[in-house]
């Protein structure tokens, strides 16, 4: 159903190097006219919807779809909590932050299909070792598991499709 639809993919490092565009371009068989990511504090979940806005709109504004993958800089780096499902849109949480780029999106092209995926799991943080059971906790008591929760809760709640990388990935390690 996304053959020589318009693709355009909003996200932190992963989107920013593309190394995953190759296999989503193959699977949706989209079109991809342009992406923005952005690694460390420069591209926490919080900044998606303000970068989407000031310096992508009239892409967006072209897209068919719209990919979304995002998380892991709001725990390595962001002052972010999780929240609650109850945030509005731009809070400094998890949940306004997805809100805020839902509505961004929306606002620019209610008409674009919006996809987010969750993070894999990252490798070490704060000395603990890559993978650990559970994940280690960053200076929020947060952990790649329960931003890619809130993530897929939030957008779940708000009937946008939304992809768990994070859990088929752990399995699959």
């Known amino acids: ?49 303000n970068n989407i806005t000031t310096n992508h709109s009239t ?45 961004a999106i929306n606002t620019l092209n209610p008409n674009a299909t919006i996809v987010f995926f969750t993070q894999p799991e990252r490798s070490t943080y704060l000395g603990n070792p890559a993978n650990t059971t559970p994940p280690a906790l960053n200076n929020n008591g947060l952990n790649m598991y329960n931003i890619s929760e809130a993530i897929y809760d939030c957008c779940s709640r708000l009937g946008v499709p939304c992809a768990q990388l994070h859990h088929t990935l752990w399995r699959l390690s």
Do not use: E, W
């Open 1 to 49: 159903p996304f053959k020589g639809k318009k693709l355009f993919c909003v996200g932190d490092s992963y989107t920013m190097h593309g190394r995953y565009f190759g296999k989503l371009i193959d699977i949706t068989m989209c079109d991809k006219i342009g992406d923005t990511g952005g690694s460390g504090n420069g591209q926490p979940l919080t900044g998606f919807a």
């Open 59 to 103: 892409l967006v504004a072209q897209a068919d779809v719209v990919t979304v993958l995002g998380g892991t800089n709001d725990y390595n780096h962001g002052n972010t909590t999780l929240g609650t499902f109850a945030d509005v849109a731009g809070a400094n949480t998890i949940y306004g932050a997805v809100k805020g780029i839902i509505n």
